[in-house]
Structures are given as structure tokens and as C-alpha cells.
């Protein structure tokens, strides 16, 4: 039987109105912005100005069509690695987690207001030790980098930003971080338009491993993107939106 949220949003009226109805209702209620929602079995600390934080509280989740596709994946082929690039508040790894498909997790994630949020999702879900959070960017080079920083509205869109930033960040590069070699690795790359910059920074752990990649990438550097992993021997196997899903095996 449907639930009131389903039932609701089949009235095109009543859909158009939600959003801005539940967005008012925890600007009311939700202390200090917060508040902390259950979805799919897992606990998350959600602010309401956050558009991310909204749907996962408003809708009880957020690309649950990616998520699915890609935990089933890992859970088909077996991950001996799961890599969060752009982790935000650590949805993708705190999924993972609790899937229990992947040996081991490591998240990345340079903006420290996400990353805190992410730390108390890890805690209220009993996960301490089991995702590793890793504060830098993830780029084709270490050292600073330039940053912008979005509003508390949009802190999922906090990016490296090639023509300066208004601030900076430590960045590294995969193939400097991580030694695995004969493993299985899949990803989500969610960085805002750095995706290139990132594989290129991961040739040698490409190279050395089974990679399963979920990278989100809009059509103006799409087909970039795809000639870049086709020369490191991927072919795409799915597309949810602008998720795109692409694997070396």
C-alpha cells in the first residue's frame, strides 16, 4: 500500500506545492536547521538549506536508481576497494558500508561542512573504522589547489575551480594514495567537472586493477570524458542521467 509521500506526489497540484511545503515546515521545525532522517535502513544528518539533504529528507532518498545499479554491480563482481570521490555527507559510502560488498572504503571530500556531516552519518550508523574520510581533492596533481566554495544551499557543488578559486585546497592524485594491484575497484566520481582530472591522476591504479566507474558528467564534456577512458580501455555500460557507469573488463 502507497504511503502518504507516494499518494501526494501523484497529484500534480499537491507534487508542485511539496517541496516548498516541506522545505517551510523544517525551517520551522528542524532545530538549528538540522535533523536527523532515516533512509533505506541507514541514519543521516540533513540541514534543510542543503538541496542534497532536502530530497534525501523530503523523498526518503536521493539517485536511488544509481545507487542500486552500482551497489548490485558490486555485489556481482566483488570489490575489494570502493572509492568516493566527492563524497558529500557519504550517502554512496555509508551504502556501501552497510551492503557489506565492499572490503574496504575510502571517501574523499574537501569541503570540511560536508565532511562534518559525514562524520556524524559514520557515527549514528555504528561505521567508525569502516570508511576511511579522506579531506583532500582528488586531481591529477598534489599540493594546493584552487577552491570555490558554494553557499550552505549548494555545499555539494563546492569544487576545484581551474581558473583560481576563491580559495584552495590540498589536492592528490589516486595513483599516489592508493596500492592495490589485481583488485577490483569501482568508484562514483562526483566532482563537479574535475572527472578528467581525476582519471588522469588514477592511470597506474587503472592499469593495475579491474575498475568499475560511476561518474557523473554533464553533456558538454561527455564525449571528452568518454575519449579519455576509452584510451584507458573502458567502455560505458549504462547511463542514469548524467550518470554514467563505465568499466575496464
Known amino acids: 500500500m502507497p504511503g502518504l509521500t507516494e499518494t501526494i506526489l501523484k497529484l500534480p497540484i499537491l507534487k508542485r506545492l511539496y517541496p516548498s511545503l516541506r522545505k517551510r515546515w523544517?525551517?520551522?521545525?528542524?532545530?538549528?536547521?538540522?535533523?536527523?532522517v532515516r533512509s533505506n535502513g541507514a541514519l543521516f544528518l540533513l540541514n534543510h538549506r542543503n538541496f542534497v539533504d532536502r530530497q534525501i529528507a523530503?523523498?526518503?532518498d536521493y539517485e536511488p536508481e544509481q545507487t542500486a545499479y552500482l551497489t548490485t554491480a558490486m555485489r556481482e563482481h566483488r570489490c575489494d576497494l570502493f572509492l568516493d570521490i566527492g563524497a558529500n555527507i557519504g550517502l554512496y559510502s555509508i551504502r556501501?558500508?552497510?551492503a557489506g560488498h565492499a572490503k574496504r572504503i575510502v571517501a574523499f571530500e574537501p569541503d570540511p561542512r560536508n565532511r562534518n556531516q559525514f562524520a556524524a552519518n559514520i557515527l549514528m550508523n555504528g561505521l567508525t573504522g569502516q570508511i576511511e574520510v579522506d579531506p583532500h581533492a582528488v586531481s591529477n596533481r598534489g599540493g594546493p589547489v584552487g577552491f570555490t566554495f558554494f553557499p550552505d544551499t549548494s555545499t555539494g557543488q563546492s569544487r576545484?575551480?581551474?581558473s583560481g578559486g576563491t580559495d584552495s585546497?590540498?589536492?592528490?592524485?589516486i595513483d599516489d594514495v592508493i596500492d592495490l594491484k589485481d583488485g577490483t575497484i569501482f568508484a562514483k566520481i562526483d566532482i563537479e567537472g574535475h572527472e578528467a582530472a581525476a582519471v588522469e591522476?588514477?592511470?597506474e591504479t587503472i592499469k593495475a586493477n579491474r575498475v568499475f566507474l560511476q561518474i557523473e558528467s554533464f553533456p558538454e564534456q561527455l564525449e571528452n570524458l568518454s575519449n579519455l577512458l576509452t584510451t584507458h580501455g573502458f567502455t560505458r555500460r549504462h547511463s542514469i542521467g548524467d550518470d554514467h557507469f563505465f568499466a575496464n573488463f
Do not use: N
Open 201 to 203: 591522476g588514477m592511470a
Open 96 to 98: 556501501a558500508a552497510m
Open 160 to 162: 576545484v575551480d581551474e
Open 26 to 36: 523544517a525551517e520551522i521545525f528542524w532545530k538549528d536547521g538540522f535533523a536527523v
Open 58 to 60: 523530503f523523498y526518503r
Open 169 to 173: 585546497v590540498e589536492a592528490v592524485r
